[in-house]
Each structure stands twice: as C-alpha cells, then as structure tokens.
C-alpha cells in the first residue's frame, strides 16, 4: 500500500517536471500571432464537457482547478491524481481558401490531496496561452512568410481550507513560464535584399489567485453553491530578444545581422480577472451551472501599447446527470454531460473583435469498482471576427483524461 502512494506521487512529480515543453503549442490558428496566442482556460476533467463550468463546482471525486476554493470540498481520507490529452482538427477558411490542421497534446497534470479533516492543497501544470501559426503570401519581386510557435505555461500550487459551514476559501500560487516566438522572412526572387526578423518573449514570473465558495444545503436532496475567483493586475518579468539579418541573393555578398534583448517589465501584464458561478445540484445525481469571467485586457500594455487588447468576456453554462449511482447496469453509472458557451475574445485585429461560439458533450467512465473515473469529451468551437470577417475559424477537439481516486489513509489490515 504504501509503496504505491509512493509510486503515485513518483509519477505525478516526473511529469509535472517533464510536461514543461509540451503544455505549448496546442494551437493552429492564425489569430495567435496576435497578444499572447490563444488563451486556455483551465478546465479540466468534468468541467470540459459542461462547457468549462468550475467557479461553484465542487466534488469529492474530481479535481476542479478553477476555483482554489473548491480543493477542501475533497474526502480527507483520499488522495486525487487527473491527467489529460487531446487532439483537435482545425478548419480554417478565408474567402475561397480553405485549410485544416491537427494536433495533438498532453494538456494537463492536476494532484490533489488532503491536509487534515478542512483542508486539501493542490499542484499541477497546465497552459496559459499557446501560439501557433504559419502562412505567407507573395511581395513585389519575392515572398513572405510568418510563422509563430511557443506559448506560456503554468506550474501551481494551491491551499483551501473549509472555514466555517458552507464557507471555503483558497488561494493558488501560479509560476508562469514560456517562450512565444515570431518569425517574419521575406524571400526574394532576384538580386534584391532579403531579411529575417525574429522576436521572441520569454516570460518568468509569479502570480496569485483567490477563490470562494459557499455551499448551502436547501433539504437532504437539494443544494446550491455559489463560489468567485479574483487574479489582481500583474506586470509581467522576463526578457524580450530581437534577431535582424540583411542578405543579397547575389553571389559572395556578405549577410548583415543584428540582435537585441531587453527587459519585459512595464511593458507586458496581465489584467485583471473576475468569475463567478453557481452549482446545482440534485440528489448527487443532476449538476446544473453557470459561469461568467471578465478580464480588463484594455487597461493594460501588452509590448508597451495600451489598449491593443479589447476587454474579455466569456459565458458558460453546463451540466451533468449520473442516473443511479447504486445501478448494476454500468450505462447508468456513468456521467452525461453538456454544456455551452460564448467567449468575446481579448485579441483585437486590425480594429476588428474575435467572436467565440462553443457547444461541449461528454461522458464519465466509471472504473477500478467506479472509485476512478475516466472522462470524455467533445468541443466545437467556432471563431471569427467581426464587423469584418477575416479568417473564419471552426475546430473539434477530443479530450480523455483519467481522475485517479486513491484512497491515502485508509489502513488494511492485511497488505
């Protein structure tokens, strides 16, 4: 028994340690060039087939790392252990063009444990935002491309407590870490001068996150929970690099480089963001919820502008319904989720807003005598801008991840 807790926590320590390089990149969309690529919420587990529903969420059974709040709500005899993958089909088209891509990603790894009878604590590493992106088009007298690629991730640790009655409180400490790069090249196709620019951000910093809950018992059968997370305003550390190269296509011309790099504070930041949501939830079997998140993205400097990014707004809602529980047909065990969703995106291009429309499905598979659940979920997503429509954007994505439900402190009396 206990060499497996050891093993257990081996494998969640190796890779959280080893995800770093492949919590990026989880993107192909031409609208990351722009900020800080595509934004990832944090939904994990259940919450991704409820429409990404998670400021009043709370279980026993899965790990819900949108609100900090919520980690207490957790059996103080169990120990939680989630890990995640996806794969995605991209479809982009812009006029008569069309285009698709996919790819594949480890999205997430989440532990959870208690720390007493009122309070549980949590670590993992998730993405933040990922950049991904590549096209060109043709220049008098040669070509363009422009391809982008990285992202930023964060590493977490979280503490919650169980205050008073329905009260919780908790707080995660985020470490945020990345690289996103831009790389413009022009091609000639005669004797003109042709040149490589590259940018890269490398950002290294700390940020923190407050969450609550309330959790109020209406009868036996019937309850509610109302919860809200709050992340202040924070100027962002680390370094921006630059790389310039000059060159002729003519024969023993000699090629021209320059490089920079200068320091990222007051420069780039993160907003504000507030959420808040509800649960409710019916006999343990029927979980209905909402959640609405803002982000104040336009009074903050992104490279030194402000008001480059347009103010962020998403509206989720979702739910999940397990027929019976104590069933022995398996089909009535399981968990049936949906949920939807509309996102007013932060990026801003050329004057024009991004537009988000989701809808979400998904399933829970109970295992090992249903104590682990191993869930499934399906994401479409359409995105465009508006007034003016540039690129039109419309993609599926596929999410397994497994809830591993140990029991920590339980003694048997034979091992």
């Not at 026993?60 to 900090?68: S, W």
């Not at 063009?97 to 790894?109: I, M, R």
């Not at 490398?202 to 959790?215: A, C, K, N, P």
């Not at 399981?334 to 399933?363: P, Q, W």
Request: glycine share 10%; net charge positive.
């Amino acid at each position: 028994m206990l060499k497996n807790k050891i093993s257990i926590v081996l494998i969640a320590l190796s890779l959280l340690g080893g995800m770093s390089s492949l919590a990026q990149n989880n993107t192909n969309s031409p609208y990351s060039r722009y900020g800080y690529g595509i934004l990832e919420d944090n939904a994990v587990g259940a919450n991704r087939g409820m429409g990404g529903v998670g400021y009043g969420f709370q279980s026993g059974r899965q790990i819900n790392i949108k609100n900090p709040a919520s980690y207490a709500a957790m059996d103080s005899l169990t120990f939680l252990f989630d890990i995640g993958v996806s794969l995605q089909n991209t479809w982009m088209k812009e006029n008569s063009l069309k285009e698709s891509e996919v790819n594949g990603n480890l999205d997430y790894v989440a532990l959870q444990f208690p720390l007493g009878r009122h309070m549980a604590g949590s670590a993992g590493l998730t993405p933040f935002s990922s950049v991904g992106y590549s096209f060109g088009g043709s220049i008098p007298n040669g070509s363009y491309t422009q391809v982008g690629e990285g992202g930023i991730s964060q590493a977490f640790i979280g503490l919650s407590g169980h205050i008073y009655k329905g009260l919780y409180l908790g707080a995660n400490v985020s470490y945020l870490f990345g690289n996103i790069e831009h790389t413009t090249t022009l091609l000639p196709t005669d004797n003109t001068i042709g040149s490589i620019f590259l940018k890269k951000l490398h950002v290294s910093d700390f940020r923190v996150e407050f969450g609550l809950q309330y959790t109020h018992n209406i009868n036996k059968k019937n309850r509610i929970t109302v919860g809200a997370v709050y992340t202040p305003e924070k100027k962002l550390l680390g370094r921006t690099y630059t790389y310039e190269e000059i060159y002729s296509t003519t024969s023993g011309s000699t090629s021209i480089s320059r490089s920079d790099s200068s320091s990222i504070k007051s420069r780039y930041s993160l907003p504000t963001s507030i959420g808040a949501g509800f649960t409710y939830v019916w006999d343990e079997r029927l979980t209905v919820g909402a959640d609405v998140t803002f982000q104040d993205w336009s009074s903050v400097r992104y490279d030194g502008v402000k008001d480059s990014l347009n103010n962020r707004l998403k509206v989720a809602i979702g739910a999940e319904f397990l027929p019976n529980p104590m069933s022995g047909n398996y089909m009535k065990r399981m968990r049936y989720r949906l949920g939807a969703f509309y996102n007013h995106s932060y990026l801003k291009v050329k004057g024009c807003d991004i537009d988000e429309y989701g809808i979400t499905c998904g399933f829970g598979f109970p295992v090992r005598r249903d104590k682990s659940i191993l869930n499934l979920s399906l994401e479409y997503l359409n995105r465009q801008s508006t007034p003016t429509s540039f690129i039109r954007e419309n993609f599926l994505r596929v999410s397994l991840s497994l809830t591993f439900n140990e029991l920590w402190f339980f003694k048997r009396k034979f091992e």
